[in-house]
């Protein structure tokens, strides 16, 4: 991933916040942090990409991510609404028991994100 925001950045491709597949170590997140601030670009910050993976995987990612500075948040859509969306679709779920589970584990996501980084 490092090679790619440098490589972007080369072709003058320059987000203000960069979309991270979630990693497992923090040292990778350290990285990626510096890759996409190089060369003065200190007002670029990043964020974990949920990627469709499972809650408890989003979760480890989130803690770890939240410890970095320039990780600043998270995009998840899959990962927080893949489930509640099907049940409500084949009718096994109400939409108000989709909604309130899209927004529990949304819910339960800034939670953690914040308790990491303070």
Not at 96 to 101: C, I, L, Q, S
Request: some cysteine.
């Amino acid at each position: 991933m490092v090679h790619a925001i440098e490589e972007l950045q080369g072709a003058n491709i320059e987000p203000d916040v960069w979309k991270v597949e979630g990693l497992d170590r923090r040292e990778d997140c350290e990285r990626i942090v510096a890759a996409a601030g190089n060369g003065g670009r200190d007002k670029v910050s990043c964020i974990v990409l949920g990627r469709g993976e499972d809650d408890n995987k989003m979760r480890e990612w989130l803690t770890i991510a939240a410890t970095v500075p320039g990780f600043i948040g998270f995009a998840v859509g899959r990962t927080d609404f893949w489930e509640p969306l099907v049940g409500w679709r084949t009718k096994k779920t109400t939409r108000d028991a989709a909604v309130n589970a899209i927004a529990g584990s949304y819910r339960e996501f800034v939670d953690i994100f914040e308790k990491s980084a303070s």
